[in-house]
C-alpha cells in the first residue's frame, strides 16, 4: 500500500538554500580527511550490494574516505567492487563460530572498532546487516560505542529491525537519524505509538513519533520525503525516478552520512542554525533524487543503482548543455563562433 501522505508548500524544505549553506569549498589548503570520513557497518553472506552503494555513494558526493566493517565472508567480494573503500571484515555470524568463543569474538570485534571510531565523521548502520542474533549483538555494542563518542548515526535497512526491536540503542540521542520505508515505518509507528500509520495526520504523527523515540531525527521514505527531530517537520518534493530499483535507499544513507557531517562542520562555526541533522536529511533526499531523476532521463526501465551513483557528482548544467550540443549538430547554419557563444550561457 502507497503512503498518500501529502505535503504543501508550508512544508517543503528549501533544499538549494540548504545545499548551497553547508556544501564545503574545495580548497587546495585543505587535507585528507577534512571533508568528511565515512563508515558503514553492514554485509555478510548474503548481502553486498548494499554496503558497498552506501560507501560509494559517500564518497561519489566527496566525503575523503569511506570504510565498510563487514563479515569475513563479505569482505573480499565488497572489496573486488572498488579499491576505493577501507574494508574491514572483523564481523562475524553465528554459523562460523561455537558458543563458548561468542564473548571473546565479540570483545575483539569491539576492541577493532574502537581503534577507529574517533576518526569517523557519520556511522551508516544497516546496509546489508542480515538478521543473525550473533551478529546483530555485535553491531549493538558498535552502536552503543558510537553514541559514547558523540558520533552521529544514520540507520537503515535491518539496523531499522534491531533498533526497532531495542530502541534504547538510539532513545534520546539527538545524533541518530533513520531512514525508514513503507513498512519499516509502519513497524516504528506501532512499537513507539502503539497505533497504526494516519496519513490523514501524518505530519504530527511523524512528529509524535521522533519526539517518542526521545528527539531522533525520522527521514520517511515515499513519494515525498517527510524530515522531523520531533521539534519541526519539513518535506523533500524534488521530482526523482519511477523505477524503483533495489539499493536507492542505501545510496540516500550514505548521502545523508555525508552531508550530516557537512551540516556538523558548519554548526560548529555558527554558520546554520537548523538541526544538523535535518539538513543532511534534506540535502541527502533532495540530490538522491535528483540523480535518479538523471539516471532515469538516460536509461528509461532499465536504470539501475549504479546508473544512480554515476549521476551523484553531475550538476544540471552538465546534462543541458550536453542536450544543447546534441541540437547543435543538426543546425548547419550556425557558425562555430555562435555556437561556442550559446554553449557558454549554460
Known sequence: MQSVMTSGPSLEADSISIFRSILPGLESSKHKGQAGKIAVVGGCREYTGA????????????ADLSHVFCTKDAAPVIKSYSPELIVHPILEESYSIRDEDKSSISAKVIAEVEKWMERFDCLVVGPGLGRDPFLLDCVSNIMKHARECNVPMVID?????????????????????????????????????????????????????????????????????????????????????????????????????????????????????????????????????????????????????????????????????????????????????????????V
Open 51 to 62: 554496503p558497498y552503494f552506501s560507501a560509494i555513494s559517500a564518497l561519489k558526493i566527496g
Open 157 to 345: 535497512g535491518d539496523g531499522l529491525y534491531l533498533v526497532t526491536n531495542c530502541l534504547d540503542l538510539v532513545s534520546g540521542y539527538p545524533l541518530a537519524v533513520l531512514t525508514p520505508n513503507l513498512n519499516e515505518y509502519k513497524r516504528l509507528v506501532q512499537k513507539v505509538l502503539n497505533s497504526e500509520v494516519n496519513d490523514e495526520n501524518g505530519t504530527d504523527q511523524l512528529l509524535s513519533l521522533a519526539k517518542g523515540i526521545g528527539g531522533v531525527t525520522i527521514l520517511r521514505k515515499g513519494k515525498s520525503d517527510f524530515v522531523s527531530d520531533g521539534k519541526t517537520a519539513c518535506a523533500v518534493s524534488v521530482y526523482g525516478s519511477p523505477r524503483r530499483c533495489g539499493g536507492q535507499g542505501d545510496i540516500l544513507s550514505g548521502s545523508v552520512a555525508v552531508f550530516l557531517s557537512w551540516a556538523r562542520q558548519c554548526a560548529d562555526k555558527g554558520e546554520v542554525s537548523m538541526n544538523p541533522t535535518i539538513l543532511g536529511c534534506v540535502a541527502g533526499s533532495a540530490l538522491l533524487r535528483k540523480a535518479a531523476s538523471m539516471a532515469f532521463d538516460n536509461k528509461k526501465r532499465s536504470t539501475l543503482t549504479g546508473d544512480i551513483i554515476e549521476c551523484l557528482g553531475r550538476r544540471k548544467y552538465v546534462q543541458s548543455r550536453r542536450n544543447l550540443e546534441e541540437g547543435f549538430r543538426g543546425i548547419t547554419t550556425l557558425s562555430p563562433q555562435l555556437k561556442k557563444q550559446l554553449l557558454a550561457k
